[in-house]
């Protein structure tokens, strides 16, 4: 099977290809649907979890994918990469693979980022008992990113005053204003939501029934696109205790970066996925790494997405724009080319193989 082939065009392509794999590595599969909503062409929309390996194991290798939706393409053709070369088969002893893919199954059939509420899952997981971070910073902006009209002198405008913005704030904070996580927002980029969505209580049952209590070690690639040189797979460390993240660069080297430290191309973001996390017993060792792949330039990223944002907006919106905005999201977050499709697959062998001498080096 060449290694294009473990991608797909669609969702509902690519979650075919996933079951087919694992049925074929002999893993366990259960479903979770997302109530009263389906694919494009009427398919339910799911998440699926594969396992591998013994019921009580020592350590555990989670692999996810579809967090940002649209970025689930490319998650989806590094876990059925994962099956086909059975790469489990490097794992050591009395370690067990947990596959969840399409975590964001609406945003990845309907090609968007956010989920069938609007909300980025990566700023979701949040102790909403208490005060939510402050969006004063993303306020001064939300009327830029999403201006009334699209095309026109409203754009003109909107993307002038952006960029004087990022004049005035430099990149790098100007990229944490619109990316950080926003709660003030339901229609704007990275809204957190005000409670939790289907896909975080849903991540929380899977940890908790497929975590046995003998588990003492958990490596995580959480799969996601946007942001760095085209093909490159940048790891990201996304936990916050520096015991986990001087872990993590005993395994996978001095190219791993820290959202926390301020190394990576990512800002530092409020109620990441890694949050469900913290609930597992202190006695369980988290390293927890977002491989994040390059696809195009930022900007180019952030304009898609205002886009993308501004089409929904007004619900149904008519527009001739429609299918140009869902194309410009789409190759985005996933370049339709055998060699970026090749760069991902292999960065993500690369590190799994990692994963696997450092797990090997704890058991």
Same mark, same amino acid.
């Given at each position: 099977?060449?290694?294009r082939d473990y991608f797909a065009d669609t969702y509902v392509e690519a979650r075919k290809k996933f079951l087919a794999?694992?049925?074929?590595?002999?893993?366990?599969?259960?479903?979770?649907?997302?109530?009263?909503?389906?694919?494009?062409?009427?398919?339910?929309?799911?998440?699926?979890?594969?396992?591998?390996?013994?019921?009580?194991?020592?350590?555990?290798?989670?692999?996810?994918?579809?967090?940002?939706?649209?970025?689930?393409?490319?998650?989806?053709?590094?876990?059925?990469?994962?099956?086909?070369?059975?790469?489990?088969?490097?794992?050591?002893?009395?370690?067990?693979?947990?596959?969840?893919?399409?975590?964001?199954?609406?945003?990845?059939?309907?090609?968007?980022?956010?989920?069938?509420?609007?909300?980025?899952?990566?700023?979701?997981?949040?102790?909403?008992?208490?005060?939510?971070?402050?969006?004063?910073?993303?306020?001064?902006? *939300?009327?830029? =990113?999403? &201006?009334?009209?699209?095309?026109? +002198?409203?754009?003109?405008?909107?993307?002038? !005053?952006?960029? @004087?913005?990022?004049?005035?704030?430099?990149?790098?904070?100007?990229?944490?204003?619109?990316?950080?996580?926003?709660?003030?927002?339901?229609?704007?980029?990275?809204?957190?939501?005000?409670?939790?969505?289907?896909?975080?209580?849903?991540?929380?049952?899977?940890?908790?029934?497929?975590?046995?209590?003998?588990?003492?070690?958990?490596?995580?690639?959480?799969? *996601?696109?946007? =942001?760095? &040189?085209?093909?490159?797979?940048? +790891?990201?460390?996304?936990?916050?205790?520096? !015991?986990?993240? @001087?872990?993590?660069?005993?395994?996978?080297?001095?190219?791993?970066?820290?959202?926390?430290?301020?190394?990576?191309?990512?800002?530092?973001?409020?109620?990441?996925?890694?949050?469900?996390?913290?609930?597992?017993?202190?006695?369980?060792?988290?390293?927890?790494?977002?491989?994040?792949?390059?696809?195009?330039?930022?900007?180019?990223?952030?304009t898609a997405l205002r886009a993308d944002h501004w089409l929904h907006a007004i619900t149904n919106r008519q527009t001739?724009?429609?299918?140009?905005?869902?194309?410009?999201?789409?190759?985005?977050?996933?370049?339709?080319?055998?060699?970026?499709?090749?760069?991902?697959?292999?960065?993500?062998?690369?590190?799994?193989?990692?994963?696997?001498?450092?797990?090997?080096?704890?058991?």
């Amino acid at each position: 099977m060449a290694v294009r082939d473990y991608f797909a065009d669609t969702y509902v392509e690519a979650r075919k290809k996933f079951l087919a794999a694992a049925n074929a590595a002999g893993a366990m599969h259960e479903v979770h649907t997302l109530p009263d909503l389906r694919a494009p062409d009427g398919e339910p929309l799911t998440m699926d979890v594969a396992t591998l390996g013994p019921s009580n194991p020592d350590a555990v290798l989670l692999l996810i994918s579809g967090t940002h939706g649209v970025e689930g393409f490319a998650g989806s053709g590094c876990q059925i990469g994962y099956l086909a070369d059975q790469l489990y088969s490097a794992l050591p002893a009395r370690t067990a693979t947990i596959l969840i893919h399409a975590l964001n199954p609406y945003g990845f059939a309907w090609l968007r980022r956010v989920n069938e509420s609007g909300i980025d899952l990566n700023r979701n997981f949040q102790d909403f008992s208490k005060a939510l971070p402050d969006s004063s910073a993303y306020e001064a902006i *939300h009327d830029l =990113l999403i &201006p009334d009209d699209w095309e026109g +002198p409203g754009r003109m405008a909107a993307d002038a !005053a952006m960029q @004087e913005h990022v004049k005035a704030l430099g990149m790098a904070r100007f990229q944490a204003a619109v990316s950080g996580g926003q709660y003030s927002r339901p229609l704007g980029l990275f809204y957190g939501g005000t409670a939790e969505s289907w896909s975080n209580t849903t991540l929380r049952r899977i940890l908790k029934n497929h975590l046995a209590p003998t588990v003492r070690n958990l490596a995580i690639f959480d799969f *996601h696109t946007g =942001l760095g &040189p085209t093909g490159y797979g940048e +790891p990201i460390y996304t936990g916050t205790q520096d !015991a986990g993240f @001087e872990r993590a660069k005993r395994w996978y080297g001095p190219e791993l970066t820290s959202m926390t430290k301020g190394t990576s191309t990512s800002a530092d973001v409020a109620g990441s996925v890694a949050g469900a996390f913290g609930d597992l017993s202190p006695a369980v060792a988290v390293t927890y790494v977002a491989l994040e792949y390059g696809t195009r330039p930022l900007l180019e990223v952030l304009t898609a997405l205002r886009a993308d944002h501004w089409l929904h907006a007004i619900t149904n919106r008519q527009t001739p724009l429609r299918d140009q905005i869902k194309r410009q999201i789409r190759d985005a977050f996933y370049p339709d080319s055998p060699a970026w499709k090749a760069a991902v697959y292999g960065r993500a062998a690369d590190f799994v193989l990692r994963a696997c001498r450092g797990l090997g080096s704890v058991s």
